[in-house]
RNA sequence: GGCCCCGUCGUCUAGUCUGGUCUAGGACACAAGGUUUUCAACCUUGCAACACGGGUUCAAAUCCCGUCGGGGUCACCA
């Protein structure tokens, strides 16, 4: 057998998701088992959504669950650059081989007229317009230096069939698979060349992933045929879900790995449950090390039903590690290490000062920033002169502005919730008093926004969910239509009205 | 909706490949009891599942077919 080496292929594109460090440790663990080589790409080839900081950021978290990597952007190593951002014209030149061996061809459409026919829901097969344009069109529109995409040659019949290590023989047809774009017209490569590249180039012998890449795998098949290379074994993951049964999702559930660094879970114990979904040990135990997991791995002991993440559990684990595995001084370092140090709380020092007549009226004011959760009733995150339901709407409405924000500073904090009130005409007062109350559990705390910089973005978001179900929540149905709106006309509103604040009034 | 994947307690799972040892085992959660100055932890007990229907077979959670259910995917995002 080949030299096994697996890889995990983060995109920088938001806050580091469990799922990641899901995936990675599936793919560490395969690697060590069979003594491969585990490696770190950096997919960041998606120029409007990748940022350095969360390139920074999952490299962290990854590291902070106790995952290593042999070769990475980080750690360097003999098939790099790791980044796919440093490898674009490897991209361009495969990409311009497939164009001149007549496997992929130049295409011309704008990004609008590709909406238009998604929206006439005429979506397979009719975007391949340029597929066999005459020579002539394509060297005119070349030189009015048109921008162009390069497209795929998917075969129009025949079958795929592509063989998944927990699935055998999984087959579609090509008749259903678009043409797919795999170099886009800013130049970059879109996810399906740039891995394939890579993983040949890298020596990637296992492909082992979550489940969503299992239906465009037949374009990776294809790519690895046309250009003559050797395909990897794919692997499949099971998703992980929400406890609705949907794929893992911010919205109904931390997803950020630095939620639960913030929240005090304990490292080993996160990565533990995590090998729990979805895997057994042959012996039934269910608290293991890493190294002790990587003793008896098999990756054939997975199973395939994706896992609810229960949150309960974990905790659960956590506690056991906190019990059985620490004693009170390494306990007591961990807490310290955590927030319980000198540095974060002179951070709060001009919040608090104010309000205290002594030193012990700190505590019963600070306590909110050391707690898993706050205690309180629906009464009184409730505004006067409210709804229930509007204020749990809003709550989310102010989720999805926080969403825009890059930078978690307590400015930012205080203009997106400034923007949102001016918008939907509520009192700035009306806001806050249900945030105060999501955020601290009471309705007296220390300035709200600097107190949500410091707690952290995860935290807030978890409680501010928390909130809007104390509230009653916002139905699955009015939740897809806030959802719609704000993408249609309300992010614009906010993103003009966020200006509008930023203006220096002279 | 098309295509694809999946289907054991509420949840995570063992068992399925290699039918019988499965009146389906363990864990979380929940409930009761014990222990404890209280709580938590801990111990004991309980609750609770083979999605449904049809085959094959002496025998099916396990093999086959169908139905239903859930999920994924259909972007110049990954």
Redesign the pocket.
Known sequence: MTDVRVRI???P?GAPHVGTAYIALFNLVFAKVNQGKFILRI?D??Q??SRKVYETAVLDALKWVGLSWDEGPDVGGKYGPYRQSERTEIYRKYAEQLVEEGKAYR?????EM?EQL?KDQK??KT?NIYRDADEKTIQDKLEKNE???IRLKVPEEGECVIS?R??E?????YS?V?D??IL???G?????L??VVDDHLMKISHVIRG??????TPKHVLLYEYLGWEKPEFI?M??L?N?????LSKRKNPTSIFYYREAGFLPEALLNYLS?????R?N?E?KFSLEEMIVDFDI???????????L??L??LS??YI?EDLTPQQLAKKLVAWRINEEFIAQLMPLVSERMDTLGDFMPLASFFWSRDVEYTSETVLPKKKEAKETAELLQVLLFAFEEQEEWLADQISISIRAIAQIHEWKIREITHPLFVAISGKKVAPPLFDSMEYLGKDICRVRIVKAMETLGGVSKKRLQKLDSLWKKSMKGQFEEQVLEIQKPSD
């Open positions: 292929a983060p995109s594109t997919e080839t998606d409007t959504r295409c011309f459409c704008t990004p590709l998604r979506p397979i975007n921008p162009y995409t998944d927990f699935r023989e999984v087959r579609y047809n259903e678009d797919q774009i886009k017209s800013d970059f490569p879109t996810y399906h740039a891995n489940e969503e890449w299992l239906t465009s499949h099971p998703l879900k406890p609705d049964g949907s794929k729990l979904m979805g895997y057994s042959p039934g269910e054939n002991r997975v199973s395939l039903g994706g896992s609810v993440f229960d309960q559990k905790s659960w506690g056991k019990r």
